[in-house]
């Protein structure tokens, strides 16, 4: 049997959880996030650590008890340091930059595309071929950042679009004469 699972929670200096039935509260430095666990799991906090517990070894059980294991650890992670994606722009007058808060794409479109920060998510253009996505929370990074990819996905013939930092696009050859 793993011990993945079983692992505690190390609570940082700074940072405060409280657990109310089945909703777990995590406040700290970068801000607050609240998330419901399942009810069939017990999460309690002794001496600077949170550990989860589950009822019995059933596989639904073990499942629940892992899951919930690392939306919590995912939450004290997102509060102490952050989450962040990095996407390039790979294509000719391909661009980004930022009004405000908010997005601005330039993507080969008659008009550009503008991407509204929603709550607790931040937008970075180190250059005009890169964005940084930063939040709290790793769920809604991950999906703020894929709603973006998904505005112009790369394409396989020239690999035109926008693709995350380090992915790796399958070129396909094309028509031949």
Do not use: C, W
Not at 95 to 121: M, W
Not at 146 to 155: F, M, S, T, V, Y
Not at 160 to 171: A, H, N, Q, T, W
């Amino acid at each position: 049997m793993s011990r993945i699972g079983r692992e505690p929670i190390p609570v940082p200096a700074g940072v405060v959880v409280k657990v109310d039935g089945a909703r777990v509260v995590v406040k700290g430095p970068k801000g607050e996030v609240s998330r419901d666990v399942s009810s069939a799991m017990t999460v309690t906090i002794t001496d600077g650590v949170i550990l989860v517990t589950r009822p019995s070894d059933a596989a639904t059980h073990r499942a629940l008890h892992g899951l919930t294991r690392a939306l919590i650890a995912n939450m004290v992670t997102g509060i102490t340091t952050g989450f962040e994606k990095r996407l390039d722009i790979v294509g000719v007058g391909y661009r980004a930059a930022l009004k405000g808060s908010d997005l601005e794409i330039q993507v080969g479109y008659s008009h550009p595309v503008v991407v509204t920060a929603p709550a607790n998510i931040e937008f970075e253009v180190p250059a005009p071929t890169q964005i940084v996505v930063k939040g709290i929370d790793k769920q809604q990074v991950g999906q703020v950042a894929a709603d973006i990819r998904a505005i112009r996905k790369p394409e396989p013939y020239k690999g035109k679009g926008i693709r995350y930092k380090g992915e790796v696009v399958r070129r396909k050859v094309g028509k031949r004469a």
